[in-house]
């Protein structure tokens, strides 16, 4: 299936990705405007300097903000109560009505999404950054399909390994495996030991400098797929797929594709 996606079709949908993150990035910067220009401008400061973690300094700010907004923050942490909680078997109950509804109504309609976001552009952007590490559509979607088997039996939700994600990792200065095995490793730690107190502990970033990290993360997916030196047919493939791709991923690989083999085949003339 992956053959009949023509690079057009994956240029366009990853710039469509980043422009989807970067207009959220600027709505929820646009809920404390003051903040999220010092943490921009203090960010993109800090990314010229390789030797500075500048996710890390931009959280830390982030926390500072939060207690200074709501000193009442400190209250709900010292009131975490740490205990182990380890998750259950959850398919004890499962039918195959169950299934079947979920393939139809949950599945179906998201599988060209899955398609454009969680196998195409990933794998387009993986290539991208990290030429001598190339992966293939195939190796991505099995990955994807083993997660998804394992997740729900023991209360997991769909998962996949989105462009975002690495264009946000790699924005901010990661550059190996360490990274989402660091995240990982947080992640598995909050849910064993304090999963009663999520909701707190995500308190202490405040959703403007959540948004510098999303606007940051979308300018660097689109910026990575901005090489629109091919022909005028392909330039414009991408380019209606980017913009229907900041309404809807799953629409913009149908129509890109559509409007892809037309041009090839000359039904439709620029």
């Not at 366009?12 to 999220?36: C, D, H, N, Q």
């Not at 078997?89 to 599988?111: E, I, Y």
Request: charged share 10%; with cysteine.
């Amino acid at each position: 299936m992956t053959k009949l996606v023509a690079r057009p079709v994956a240029t366009g949908i990853v710039l469509g990705l980043g422009f989807s993150f970067m207009l959220e990035g600027i709505r929820m910067m646009a809920e404390g405007w003051l903040l999220a220009a010092i943490g921009l401008v203090g960010t993109l400061l800090l990314l010229a300097n390789r030797f500075i973690p500048a996710m890390f300094l931009l959280l830390l700010f982030g926390a500072a903000a939060a207690l200074l907004q709501n000193p009442h923050l400190l209250q709900e942490f010292s009131a975490i109560e740490f205990e182990v909680r380890l998750p259950s078997w959850q398919l004890g109950g499962l039918t195959w009505n169950d299934l079947m509804v979920g393939a139809v109504f949950l599945a179906l309609p998201q599988l060209p999404l899955t398609l454009g976001n969680a196998v195409i552009a990933i794998t387009e952007e993986n290539n991208r950054l990290f030429p001598e590490r190339r992966v293939d559509e195939k190796k991505v979607a099995i990955s994807t399909g083993i997660m998804n088997l394992i997740a729900p039996a023991v209360g997991g939700v769909p998962m996949c390994h989105g462009a975002g994600g690495m264009a946000g990792h790699v924005r901010f200065g990661a550059r190996t495996g360490g990274a989402p095995v660091i995240l990982g490793t947080v992640l598995v730690l909050l849910a064993l030991f304090a999963s009663g107190s999520i909701e707190t502990v995500f308190k202490i970033f405040p959703t403007p400098v959540l948004g510098v990290i999303l606007f940051l993360t979308g300018a660097q997916l689109a910026l990575g797929s901005c090489d629109f030196s091919g022909d005028k047919n392909n330039r414009f493939v991408s380019l209606v797929t980017a913009a229907c791709a900041v309404w809807n991923i799953g629409l913009a690989f149908v129509l890109g594709l559509a409007l892809y083999h037309a041009l090839d085949k000359g039904w439709v003339r620029l």
